[in-house]
């Protein structure tokens, strides 16, 4: 069952997103593909990692985060960071370091910075709550995603359905 499950989420899109951090002096980040909204009063996001050591680990250790989402101009960032080992922070990637010392990524859709409200643990996975105290950038440009283990850009894709319908006669 195990691996059915992973494939049914291998098969679901998700947006991409870096979370970053400055912990003990030094940059940390990660790639992130749970970012989802949690709530409007407060402010809040979820995210998870799926593991609590490493880069993660110094993530929840941070005062204040930035998520930052992905355009599809950032696949190569977002790749480095999701492999383990990989150049990090390289000048050659644009990052700079935000007024509040955060590694900042400018170019992203939009960046928002958090702090951390709760956490809860379910086996290796921690589910992270976090209050959005900041949100910046708000750029139109294509969306970063990932399904089956690649990125993608949804600049060509196109609407199928709207949230509200409009019917298709009035009677």
Request: net charge neutral; proline share 6%.
């Amino acid at each position: 069952m195990p691996r059915a499950f992973r494939n049914v989420f291998r098969g679901h899109p998700a947006g991409v997103t870096l979370i970053t951090a400055t912990v003990d002096g030094k940059p940390v980040g990660i790639t992130a593909t749970s970012v989802s909204s949690l709530s409007l009063d407060p402010l809040a996001v979820s995210f998870s990692f799926m593991k609590s050591t490493g880069s993660a680990h110094a993530l929840l250790r941070a005062e204040s985060l930035l998520i930052h989402f992905l355009s599809d101009q950032h696949a190569h960032v977002a790749a480095s960071f999701a492999t383990s080992g990989s150049d990090r922070f390289s000048p050659e990637q644009g990052w700079v370091t935000a007024i509040t010392g955060e590694p900042y990524l400018p170019g992203s859709r939009a960046v928002l910075r958090v702090r951390i409200l709760d956490t809860a643990k379910s086996g290796d996975a921690t589910l992270v709550a976090a209050e959005v105290t900041e949100v910046h950038n708000l750029k139109e440009a294509s969306a970063l995603v990932y399904q089956g283990h690649r990125f993608y850009s949804i600049e060509n894709a196109r609407p199928l359905a709207s949230e509200n319908p409009k019917p298709l006669r009035s009677d």
